[in-house]
Nanobody, 125 residues
Framework: QVQLVDSGGGLVQAGGSLRLSCAAS????????VSWFRQAPGKEREFVAR????????YYTNSVKGRFTISRDSAKNTVYLQMNSLEPEDTSVYYC??????????????????WGQGTQVTVSS
């Protein structure tokens, strides 16, 4: 069973940067796909980015392309989300999630089995 701990959120001004981390315990990510979702108050949980561990192939939702980068560190068994050029609209609780490895990009929360507790990202204007 995979346990996920996400961290790295905080308060930043528009145009600033944050790096979120998602560390796994219980087992490695080697056979998993890992994604980041976000959820603002009163909004549906929204897909942000995904990485397939085995192939290191990233995928992003259009609103964050060119600003966010998802990456992995095998030695630390950790997935990162580097967020640059942050905008107030990025303010949300960010969650990492994992599921068994798949080549198909899956963007629905119901398609993921394991979740971090969430980390708050607040972007001021």
């Amino acid at each position: 069973q995979v346990q996920l701990v996400d961290s790295g959120g905080g308060l930043v001004q528009a145009g600033g940067s944050l790096r979120l981390s998602c560390a796994a315990s219980g087992r490695t990510f080697s056979t998993y796909a890992v994604s980041w979702f976000r959820q603002a108050p009163g909004k549906e949980r929204e897909f942000v980015a995904r990485i397939r561990w085995s192939s290191n192939i990233p995928y992003y939702t259009n609103s964050v392309k060119g600003r966010f980068t998802i990456s992995r560190d095998s030695a630390k068994n950790t997935v990162y989300l580097q967020m640059n050029s942050l905008e107030p609209e990025d303010t949300s609780v960010y969650y990492c999630a994992a599921r068994t490895d798949t080549a198909l990009v899956r963007t629905r929360p119901s398609e993921y089995d394991y979740w971090g507790q969430g980390t708050q990202v607040t972007v001021s204007s």
